[in-house]
T-cell receptor
Framework: DTAVSQTPKYLVTQMGNDKSIKCEQN?????MYWYKQDSKKFLKIMFS???????INETVPNRFSPKSPDKAHLNLHINSLELGDSAVYFC?????????????FGPGTRLTVT | AQSVAQPEDQVKVAEGNPLTVKCTYS??????LFWYVQYPNRGLQFLLK??????LVKGSYGFEAEFNKSQTSFHLKKPSALVSDSALYFC?????????FGTGTRLQVTL
């Protein structure tokens, strides 16, 4: 069983469209994250949720809206897609918000905006 | 201010030789330091972490890392590299409520 899964794996869309990426974890973790990895492989946190509550929002444009229907799911909706949104988006989870917990990553969603 | 730095974009080593991937950190107080590995087209996988205690930390796949407070370093090591260790390695530091990653080091192990 996959611990952290994301759908879709690949997403190709045009500028201006709206798209969503879904994430699910079956580890029983309380905390989930969204990261963006750019073309240079630089990895940066976007959002963090703990028990469905937003705890980190890292200066991400308002076009990005995370939603956590329950603590096992964290989805990412992106409005009015721009070329610069092209990247690989990773979902991750950890036991809790303590910084000493390791994070478990999903396989990533490669978003290409044309 | 950068929380962790990985000074080498790429490290090349022959199979069977020891490998070192460097990481230095800058943080006040006690750091929470991690190493993750990313294989092509995959998510990051946790290798090991230092929170407190013994400065030599052992992790997955035969990797270890040494926490050196005086040099503010947390270098990743393996006594004998394998071709299958070729991947992108990230050092990370837990600070200010989040995990901050270094820029990554690409390890290439050749036959």
């Amino acid at each position: 069983d996959t611990a952290v899964s994301q759908t879709p794996k690949y997403l190709v869309t045009q500028m201006g469209n709206d798209k969503s990426i879904k994430c699910e974890q079956n580890l029983g973790h309380d905390t989930m994250y969204w990261y963006k990895q750019d073309s240079k492989k630089f990895l940066k946190i976007m959002f963090s949720y703990n028990n469905k509550e937003l705890i980190i929002n890292e200066t991400v444009p308002n076009r990005f809206s995370p939603k956590s229907p329950d603590k096992a799911h964290l989805n990412l909706h992106i409005n009015s897609l721009e070329l610069g949104d092209s990247a690989v988006y990773f979902c991750a989870s950890s036991q809790g918000t303590w910084l000493g917990y390791e994070q478990y990553f999903g396989p990533g969603t490669r978003l290409t905006v044309t | 201010a950068q929380s962790v730095a990985q000074p080498e974009d790429q490290v090349k080593v022959a199979e069977g030789n020891p490998l070192t991937v460097k990481c230095t950190y800058s943080v006040s107080g006690n750091p929470y330091l991690f190493w993750y590995v990313q294989y092509p087209n995959r998510g990051l996988q946790f290798l090991l972490k230092y929170i407190t205690g013994d400065n030599l930390v052992k992790g997955s796949y035969g990797f270890e890392a040494e926490f050196n407070k005086s040099q503010t370093s947390f270098h990743l090591k393996k006594p004998s590299a394998l071709v299958s260790d070729s991947a992108l390695y990230f050092c990370a530091n837990g600070t200010a409520s989040k995990l901050t990653f270094g820029t990554g080091t690409r390890l290439q192990v050749t036959l």
